[in-house]
């Protein structure tokens, strides 16, 4: 158990590495970019988004709200059911998904073997 312990802790700080330099970056969070990379592999409703992402319906929320914010995602009205709301991302947030797909960031080496990278691949 010791051993996995130390394993754990290692992997969450290669977690917390990893969000720094999303953030430094990025100027959003590791949820933000998740979120943003989730919408932009199609999922743009918020039921689907809470599932795919992993977050509650309410932190969902928080965080769509942030990228609204910081002009990354729009919400526009379903046209067909005006009760749903779709998310997309601004030009804003398309240019940084591009970026992430294109330059990426460095994984760190605790997470390469987990997330299926190697050293010369990037987030």
Request: some cysteine.
């Amino acid at each position: 158990m010791h051993r996995q312990l130390c394993a754990l802790k290692d992997i969450l700080r290669s977690i917390t590495q990893l969000e720094e330099a999303i953030q430094e970056t990025y100027h959003v969070s590791l949820t933000e970019a998740m979120v943003l990379c989730a919408i932009d592999g199609g999922c743009r409703y918020a039921h689907d988004l809470a599932d795919d992402v992993g977050l509650s319906p309410s932190r969902l929320s928080r965080i769509i709200a942030s990228l609204e914010r910081k002009g990354l995602l729009e919400r526009k009205q379903n046209r067909e059911d005006r009760r749903h709301w779709q998310n997309q991302p601004t030009e804003k947030g398309r240019k940084i998904v591009l970026h992430m797909k294109t330059e990426g960031i460095d994984i760190p080496p605790a997470l390469e073997s987990i997330m299926g990278t190697s050293k010369n691949e990037s987030f």
